[in-house]
C-alpha cells in the first residue's frame, strides 16, 4: 500500500534559517533516494539536500528565498508500501565551498549557483560567468544554462561540413613588437593545427598545476629584502617566475609562437614580453612587461 512521507532538512550542524535557493523537483516527478531536490545556500557555502525517499513527489512545501533549518519538512511523497523500511537517513554532505569566477575577462562580478547548476554548466561545456541569472540575486539556475545553450545553438550559422564556423585569424603586424623568424609549417603540422583548433574551441580546457622547491629562491629573495626596502622597492616572487618564464620560453620556442594569418606558417618570436593579471580597483587589467629576458629583478 502507498504510503505519503516526508522528507525534512538534515542536520545542518546547527545552522538556522538556511536559505533556499533552488528547488530541483516539482509535485508528479519520479525520484530515487539520495537524489538531490533542494539546494541550501549559508553565508558562506552551498549543499544540495538529497532526498531520504524514493517515490513520485506529492508536495513541495518549499520555494526558493524560503529560510529553512534542521527538521524542516521540504516536500511530501508518496512511496510503495511494499518496499522495504529505507535506512535512517544518510547524513548531509559535506558542505561545498561556493567556487566564484575572479579576475577573469569574461566578467569581474562573482556568478551565483549551485552544485547541480554547475554540474550542468560543466557537462554542457557552458560558461557561467556568460549566463544571465533568473533566480533570487541573479543567481543561475538550471533553465537560465538550458536557454543560453538553445539560443547559443539558434545563433549557429548553417555551413557544409562540421557545421561550425570558426572566425578568421586576426593579421597582426609581430615585427612592430620585435625581431621575428618565418618558419614553414610542415604537411603534417598544417594538417593537425585546424584539427586542434577545432578541438580547442570544442573541448573543455584543463589546468596542470606541478611542484617545485624555491626555498634557496625564496632565502635570496628574503636577503635581499630589507636592503631593498630602503630604496622603497619590493623584490616579490613575481619576478623571478617571469624570468623562469623566460627560461622555459627559450627551452621550447615553440610556445612563443603565433599562426600567421594564412595558417601556413609559424611565427616564433625573439622577444619575451609578458603579460600579467593584476587585480585593481578599475578591475581587471594586463599590463605587458615587454623584453623581460633583457630585464633585472629589480
Same mark, same amino acid.
Given at each position: 500500500m502507498?504510503?505519503?512521507k516526508?522528507v525534512t532538512?538534515?542536520?545542518?550542524?546547527?545552522?538556522?534559517?538556511?536559505t533556499?535557493?533552488?528547488?530541483?523537483?516539482k509535485p508528479?516527478?519520479k525520484?530515487?533516494?539520495?537524489?538531490s531536490?533542494?539546494?541550501?545556500e549559508?553565508?558562506k557555502?552551498?549543499?544540495?539536500?538529497?532526498?531520504?525517499e524514493?517515490g513520485?513527489v506529492k508536495?513541495?512545501?518549499?520555494?526558493?528565498g524560503?529560510?529553512v533549518?534542521?527538521?524542516s519538512?521540504?516536500?511530501s511523497?508518496?512511496?510503495?508500501g511494499s518496499?522495504?523500511?529505507?535506512?535512517?537517513?544518510?547524513?548531509p554532505p559535506?558542505?561545498?565551498?561556493?567556487?566564484?569566477l575572479?579576475g577573469?575577462?569574461?566578467?569581474?562580478?562573482?556568478v551565483?549557483?549551485?552544485?547541480g547548476?554547475r554540474?550542468?554548466?560543466?557537462?554542457?561545456?557552458?560558461?557561467?560567468?556568460?549566463v544571465?541569472? +533568473?533566480?533570487?540575486k541573479? =543567481?543561475v539556475?538550471?533553465?537560465?544554462v538550458?536557454a543560453?545553450? &538553445?539560443?547559443? %545553438?539558434?545563433? #549557429?550559422?548553417?555551413?557544409?561540413?562540421?557545421?561550425?564556423?570558426?572566425?578568421?585569424?586576426?593579421q597582426v603586424d609581430?615585427t612592430?613588437?620585435?625581431?621575428?623568424?618565418?618558419?614553414?609549417?610542415s604537411r603534417?603540422?598544417?594538417?593537425?593545427?585546424k584539427?586542434?583548433?577545432?578541438?580547442?574551441?570544442?573541448i573543455?580546457?584543463v589546468?596542470?598545476f606541478g611542484e617545485?622547491?624555491?626555498? +634557496?629562491?625564496?632565502?635570496? =629573495?628574503l636577503?635581499?629584502?630589507?636592503?631593498?626596502?630602503?630604496? &622603497?622597492?619590493? %623584490?616579490t616572487? #613575481?619576478v623571478?617566475?617571469?624570468?623562469?618564464?623566460v627560461?622555459s620560453?627559450?627551452?621550447f620556442?615553440?610556445f612563443?609562437?603565433?599562426?600567421?594569418?594564412?595558417g601556413?606558417?609559424?611565427v616564433l618570436?625573439n622577444?619575451f614580453h609578458i603579460?600579467?593579471?593584476?587585480?585593481?580597483p578599475?578591475?581587471?587589467v594586463?599590463?605587458?612587461?615587454?623584453?623581460?629576458?633583457?630585464?633585472?629583478?629589480?
Amino acid at each position: 500500500m502507498a504510503q505519503i512521507k516526508n522528507v525534512t532538512t538534515p542536520d545542518l550542524g546547527g545552522a538556522a534559517d538556511v536559505t533556499v535557493i533552488e528547488v530541483l523537483v516539482k509535485p508528479g516527478d519520479k525520484i530515487e533516494k539520495d537524489a538531490s531536490i533542494v539546494v541550501l545556500e549559508s553565508d558562506k557555502a552551498t549543499l544540495d539536500v538529497p532526498s531520504a525517499e524514493a517515490g513520485v513527489v506529492k508536495e513541495v512545501k518549499v520555494k526558493a528565498g524560503d529560510k529553512v533549518s534542521t527538521g524542516s519538512v521540504l516536500l511530501s511523497i508518496e512511496t510503495s508500501g511494499s518496499e522495504a523500511e529505507a535506512p535512517p537517513p544518510a547524513p548531509p554532505p559535506a558542505p561545498v565551498e561556493e567556487k566564484v569566477l575572479t579576475g577573469t575577462v569574461q566578467s569581474t562580478n562573482d556568478v551565483h549557483a549551485g552544485p547541480g547548476v554547475r554540474r550542468l554548466a560543466r557537462e554542457l561545456g557552458v560558461n557561467l560567468a556568460l549566463v544571465p541569472g +533568473s533566480g533570487p540575486k541573479q =543567481r543561475v539556475v538550471k533553465e537560465d544554462v538550458q536557454a543560453y545553450v &538553445k539560443t547559443q %545553438l539558434s545563433q #549557429l550559422p548553417a555551413s557544409t561540413g562540421t557545421g561550425i564556423a570558426f572566425p578568421p585569424a586576426p593579421q597582426v603586424d609581430f615585427t612592430k613588437f620585435g625581431p621575428i623568424n618565418i618558419q614553414a609549417l610542415s604537411r603534417i603540422k598544417k594538417i593537425s593545427g585546424k584539427n586542434l583548433q577545432r578541438n580547442w574551441m570544442m573541448i573543455p580546457h584543463v589546468t596542470q598545476f606541478g611542484e617545485a622547491d624555491i626555498t +634557496s629562491l625564496e632565502e635570496f =629573495r628574503l636577503a635581499q629584502k630589507n636592503e631593498l626596502e630602503k630604496q &622603497k622597492v619590493k %623584490l616579490t616572487p #613575481l619576478v623571478f617566475i617571469m624570468k623562469g618564464v623566460v627560461a622555459s620560453l627559450k627551452a621550447f620556442p615553440s610556445f612563443n609562437a603565433s599562426l600567421d594569418a594564412s595558417g601556413e606558417n609559424l611565427v616564433l618570436k625573439n622577444y619575451f614580453h609578458i603579460g600579467v593579471a593584476v587585480d585593481t580597483p578599475d578591475g581587471l587589467v594586463v599590463p605587458v612587461i615587454r623584453d623581460v629576458d633583457k630585464k633585472g629583478l629589480v
